[in-house]
């Protein structure tokens, strides 16, 4: 059956504490860090939807030449070098 929506238990994280390294006192919260552990189906997924919309967007030539950030390939310094 197919809804449209993401899973609902693909969204919930698992957070797991972890000690930042080199702290002397274990027991206070701010000596720690969260790391949140996702579904690995959801993150798979994931990528997927990504590569195919990046590849439409390439193909397409929907993207403006001038989109520097999120885009492979391409920096800060590609954009700094560009004359205008």
Do not use: H
């Amino acid at each position: 059956m197919r809804s449209g929506c993401f899973p609902k238990n693909w969204k919930i994280a698992k957070i797991i504490p972890i000690a930042k390294p080199d702290r002397e006192d274990s027991l206070n919260p701010s000596k720690y860090r969260p790391v949140s552990l996702l579904n690995i189906g959801g993150k798979v997924i994931e990528k997927l939807l990504i590569k195919r919309i990046m590849c439409y967007l390439y193909r397409t030539d929907f993207l403006n030449e001038n989109q520097y950030g999120f885009t492979s390939q391409k920096s800060m310094i590609d954009a700094g070098m560009v004359a205008k």
